[in-house]
């Protein structure tokens, strides 16, 4: 180890030490000696090893500066920062793909996509949805659980003190499952589960869209003959540095996940190519051009990105030479050789990462001077900021960049010298922008997706809108609150609305929330501010009908009586698929017995339009000595679910008739309402009287008859 380190971990020490003695917190954050051996390691903060094989995750991990005591706190904080940690992890939940998990919080979810991955014969049914579609997106996910572990790693006490450490695991368990299920050999690697387009020109819930956009869930790899070293690389940084949140935790899983860091890291470099583009994976995952492509950039910071973790991760020296093999290479401003210093952390740009990262494992002149230049740039130099104080670097995400630069600013400010000018200016810059997101804007409102006040309610989002006709507009109302999300953003304060059709400032992804959830764990440590209760979150939704049995009365005399009822599978709590339903008409025929007729003189029959594949012959019993039974209407093999304006709704005309002379009475009966004859709506008055139901599920909707 360094001089130089050396003097760095006795300084953080003592600085601990007098915290601790003054206040009674705990100064530190990660375990300052955490070995680097396959993940098998202790994380006790007593431990003092000097050895070569942990200086790279030691350096760093020591006096993160976190405190989660009160008497730490060194100014007001303003917002409750572990109640937007607790809500930003929830939101990826609900991105959650296969089968859910027994953990899983979201109401409205449901299992989906059980056949991703039988293409290629694999089950690559996990993972996350990339934003509001349901295409999973390979090379943006890495990057997002890359950002994530990254503040799970060095600010988990935080997370421990915030209560969320648990669901944290949890969900980057969940993702890395299906990083490793995409690896099945070395030199293989499955980026991309579903078609861009058809996926993107329908709109529904996710448990239906393999449905909905039938043959579409392709699975594409990239491999030696078609390689893609930017997406390999990633997904090494990503997996490594999930190990290492995993030490301690499950150190087998930890292991398993350091193999394939490793494996994907030397497939990476082995493809790296010749001028950093020509091995591009977009080139190979052409669908994913359009939508995550990297035509636009070089990849030399993933290979620079994914050697940093893998440093960090096991120490070893061959990591670090990549470092230096690919730093150089990274890019440069444009007709300059300034290292590229104008844009920000990002799903496809890494170079600002690596130069914090290095500036903390390896404080050498270069690292310091090209992570400083880059956090000056954006915090008091010329990168654009808006009145109210948020970076502003593109139009398209704005939040999700001033999280990302805000996060490494203050991961970067943790490790500076208290009497560095810097700590504070890039403490505040960082407070800043997270304080802009939660509330603290010209608007007054939060882009933080149930929380604080005026917080957004119609992101560009499938799932939560929950439409069951293909449309943007119906229903007008979002259906379910998309908690945690962080929508895009204003560009210039006030210019921002909340509109559904507003993919630029309305759209969520994983990547917009991964750094804004490690800068919520870095903030709570410094500020506090409880999650809330598990007894209040998530809360219970308030009753959303899943079906409709639309009802009219076509047409009658006094002997019979015809109707149109249509059915409308509207679910999304979750979102339901049906072949077998059908529903029951109640009748009451006391009358009908009192005139000397049976149940053989009753006539049911479809009316002139039927899409019913079977109807009862005869009324049945249901409370025969009240004289109450019904006829029963069925759409077996008839596939209903909110998928569009046919697909969703299926409708049956059908007469009850008695013979000539004798009348019908409708007054008694207990699936009649005299809405049906006055009803406007389209499809018919929504009764509740004419209940719904499903062969394998039984009574699914609607109010049954006593027995």
Request: proline share 5%.
């Amino acid at each position: 180890m360094s001089t130089l380190l050396q003097n760095m971990r006795l300084y953080n020490l003592l600085t601990v030490t007098i915290l601790f003695l003054l206040f009674g917190c705990d100064g530190g954050g990660q375990s300052s000696s955490s070995s680097t051996s396959g993940g098998s390691s202790s994380n006790s903060s007593s431990s003092n090893s000097s050895s070569s094989s942990s200086s790279a995750s030691s350096s760093a991990s020591s006096g993160s500066g976190e405190c989660v005591s009160e008497p730490c706190l060194s100014g007001t904080g303003g917002f409750r920062y572990g109640e937007a940690l607790q809500k930003s992890i929830y939101f990826y939940e609900t991105q959650q793909a296969g089968e859910l998990p027994s953990w899983n919080r979201v109401p409205w979810r449901g299992d989906s996509v059980l056949d991703d991955g039988q293409d290629v014969g694999l089950d690559l049914s996990g993972g996350w949805f990339d934003a509001g579609d349901h295409v999973k997106f390979g090379y943006p996910m890495a990057a997002s659980v890359t950002m994530l572990a990254w503040g799970a790693y060095d600010y988990q006490r935080a997370y421990e003190k915030a209560g969320q450490l648990d669901e944290m695991l949890n969900n980057l368990r969940f993702v890395n499952d299906y990083f490793i299920a995409a690896h099945p050999s070395p030199n293989e690697f499955y980026g991309q589960v579903g078609r861009g387009g058809p996926d993107h020109n329908w709109w529904g819930p996710p448990e239906v869209v393999d449905i909905a956009t039938r043959g579409s869930r392709r699975s594409f790899k990239i491999d030696l003959n078609c390689p893609g070293t930017d997406l390999a690389a990633e997904t090494a940084a990503a997996m490594a540095a999930s190990a290492m949140v995993f030490q301690g935790h499950d150190n087998n899983y930890s292991a398993e996940l350091l193999r394939h860091a490793r494996e994907l890291y030397d497939f990476a470099y082995a493809t790296k190519g010749e001028d950093g583009k020509d091995n591009s994976y977009a080139n190979c995952i052409a669908d994913a051009a359009s939508f995550y492509g990297t035509s636009f950039s070089l990849y030399w910071d993933e290979l620079a990105w994914g050697a940093v973790w893998l440093w960090r991760a096991t120490g070893e020296q061959k990591y670090r030479d990549f470092v230096d093999e690919f730093y150089p290479l990274m890019g440069f401003e444009t007709q300059s050789t300034t290292p590229v210093y104008t844009w920000s952390q990002g799903w496809s740009d890494k170079a600002y990462g690596v130069y914090a990262l290095m500036a903390a494992l390896d404080p050498k002149q270069n690292y310091t001077v090209d992570v400083e230049r880059w956090l000056d740039h954006w915090s008091e130099g010329e990168g654009r900021r808006s009145a109210g104080g948020v970076m502003v670097v593109d139009t398209w995400g704005v939040l999700r960049y001033a999280a990302n630069t805000a996060f490494v600013a203050q991961y970067y400010s943790d490790r500076l010298d208290e009497n560095n000018p810097r700590k504070a200016k890039y403490h505040q810059f960082a407070k800043r922008q997270i304080d802009y997101m939660l509330g603290d804007n010209p608007r007054s409102s939060s882009y933080l997706i149930g929380f604080g006040e005026n917080f957004p309610v119609n992101p560009h989002h499938r799932g939560a809108h929950g439409s069951w006709y293909d449309s943007l507009n119906v229903p007008a109302k979002t259906r379910h609150i998309l908690y945690g999300a962080l929508v895009g953003g204003p560009t210039s304060d006030t210019n921002y609305e909340d509109t559904r059709d507003d993919y630029v400032a309305n759209e969520v992804t994983t990547d917009y929330n991964a750094g804004f959830t490690s800068l919520a764990a870095a903030m709570f440590g410094v500020y506090g501010g409880a999650a809330l209760p598990d007894s209040e979150f998530p809360p219970n939704e308030p009753p959303d009908p899943q079906w409709v049995v639309g009802t009219k009365r076509l047409n009658g005399s006094e002997r019979h009586i015809g109707f149109r009822i249509v059915l409308q599978n509207r679910t999304s709590a979750p979102a339901k698929a049906k072949d077998d339903l059908y529903f029951r008409y109640f009748v009451d025929v006391s009358e009908i017995f009192a005139a000397g007729l049976t149940l053989n003189d009753i006539e049911i029959r479809h009316g002139g339009f039927t899409e019913a594949t079977g109807i009862s012959q005869q009324l049945q019993p249901w409370n025969p000595g009240q004289n109450i039974y019904y006829a029963e209407v069925s759409f077996d093999g008839e596939t209903l679910y909110p998928g569009g304006q046919s697909e969703h709704r299926r409708e049956a005309q059908f007469e009850i008739r008695l013979p000539e002379g004798y009348q019908w009475d409708n007054s008694n009966d207990p699936s009649w309402s005299d809405d049906y004859l006055t009803s406007d709506e389209n499809w018919g008055f929504h009764a509740e009287h004419i209940p719904l139901y499903s062969a394998t599920e039984g009574y699914l909707f609607g109010r049954e008859p006593a027995k």
